[in-house]
């Protein structure tokens, strides 16, 4: 079973791309997020392509911001939207916002994410965003005490100064605050386990790269795209990987998805196989 986690920050602009990754890599089961449509236009766009690869698909969209899916061709069952007692933004007891969609495949709860930025720490942002982890840690409670959760997507949270290219160029940011990586492993200490870095320990492995000149062929990038899994289906991997190969190119999203491999590897272990990063620079950060 290969399960596929991408933030395509448009699905409309990565149409050119997607459907063709989609053939080669074959997963069963894929997380979007940001797909930035609502939800009668992304079925306009897509239901039809993805119902003749024999995929079902369930999306959670409500405007041009955001929205996250959960294709799968392994069942797609008890599909929720939203999270258990998710605040709304600006004003935690008003609308919420497209971030969250769940739903059963082939035995697994599935929750595609995307996590709050959060801005600045002083912006109210921020605490939205930690507002916002508490009720998906909430939400993944039950099915992580089941050992079935697997919780992929866009956390916006380094979980380690090894996940970011320089930490000294986050000091002051989001992304790897304490109060964000404390909601993260809160979140982990359900059960859960990074099956990315549980592969690859002690290498450089990066998710994400900021458009700007150099930085992905510099591998000045982070690692906030993650796939958090239940121990039982954590111990089920066979190989996990970061498909670099779909951040190169004509309009790549500024995320590669995240591959993991459950019970068997059909392509193989594509372990972190990056360019030597040249001496980084002080740019700004995300």
């Not at 109210?124 to 909430?138: E, V």
């Not at 290219?165 to 386990?193: I, M, N, Q, Y």
């Not at 796939?227 to 111990?235: E, F, H, I, Q, R």
Request: aromatic share 6%; proline share 9%; with cysteine.
């Amino acid at each position: 079973m290969r399960i596929a986690t991408w933030n395509v920050n448009s699905v409309t602009a990565r149409m050119p791309r997607f459907l063709p990754w989609l053939d080669q890599r074959r997963p069963d089961v894929v997380c979007l997020q940001e797909t930035k449509l609502p939800d009668a236009a992304f079925a306009d766009l897509l239901e039809a392509e993805l119902a003749t690869r024999g995929y079902e698909v369930a999306h959670h969209g409500l405007s041009q911001w955001n929205g996250v899916a959960i294709v799968s061709r392994v069942g797609l069952d008890d599909v929720v939207r939203g999270l258990t007692g998710e605040p709304g933004f600006p004003d935690p007891d008003g609308p919420t916002e497209a971030r969250a969609i769940s739903a059963t495949c082939a035995g697994l709860r599935v929750t595609s994410v995307y996590v709050p930025n959060g801005r600045t720490p002083d912006d109210p942002h921020y605490t939205y965003k930690l507002a916002w982890l508490a009720a998906l840690r909430d939400t993944v409670a039950d099915a992580a005490a089941e050992g079935s959760a697997v919780v992929c997507g866009d956390m916006n949270i380094a979980p380690t100064d090894a996940d970011v290219w320089d930490p000294a160029v986050f000091v002051d940011s989001t992304h790897v605050t304490p109060a964000e990586r404390g909601a993260l492993a809160a979140l982990v200490e359900l059960g859960l386990r990074d099956v990315v870095r549980d592969r690859w320990p002690d290498d450089r492995v990066f998710s994400y790269w900021d458009y700007r000149a150099g930085r992905f062929h510099q591998d000045l990038g982070m690692r906030i795209d993650l796939v958090l899994a239940s121990d039982p289906v954590a111990s089920r991997t066979k190989a996990a990987w970061i498909d670099r190969q779909a951040r190169k190119g004509t309009g790549p999203s500024d995320h590669a998805p995240v591959m993991v491999d459950l019970d068997e590897a059909p392509d193989g272990d594509i372990g972190p196989v990056v360019p030597p990063p040249s001496k980084p620079k002080r740019l700004p950060a995300r």
